[in-house]
Nanobody, 115 residues
Framework: QVQLVESGGGLVQPGGSLRLSCTTSGGIFGIYTMAWYRQAPGKQRDLVAALTSGGITNYADSVKGRFTISRDNAKNTVYLQMNSLKPEDTAVYYC?????????WGQGTQVTVSS
């Protein structure tokens, strides 16, 4: 059974940084993309950053230059480094792994950016 567990969320002041981690368990086979999404209260879940198996990244315009997605295959973990955080970054952040056939989601971790 594939499971994804996020961690690293919390409360941070504007301009601060957080590093989110997503650790996976269970076998995930084939070519897949790792990604982070976020969902703010009353809004839809949007893509924040994605990383293909070939190392190609994709970022939402709102986070370019501030967020960095990376992964450690040996640790079965994907990271999201978030710098220069803004109040509008406040959301629940979800880890996602997408194969050609399936998508797997974590439970989410809350990130709150507030003075």
């Amino acid at each position: 059974q594939v499971q994804l567990v996020e961690s690293g969320g919390g409360l941070v002041q504007p301009g601060g940084s957080l590093r989110l981690s997503c650790t996976t368990s269970g076998g995930i086979f084939g070519i897949y993309t790792m990604a982070w999404y976020r969902q703010a209260p009353g809004k839809q879940r949007d893509l924040v950053a994605a990383l293909t198996s070939g190392g190609i990244t994709n970022y939402a315009d709102s986070v370019k230059g501030r967020f960095t997605i990376s992964r450690d295959n040996a640790k079965n973990t994907v990271y999201l480094q978030m710098n220069s955080l803004k109040p509008e970054d406040t959301a629940v952040y979800y880890c996602n792994i997408r194969t050609g056939r399936n998508s797997y989601w974590g439970q989410g971790t809350q990130v709150t950016v507030s003075s």
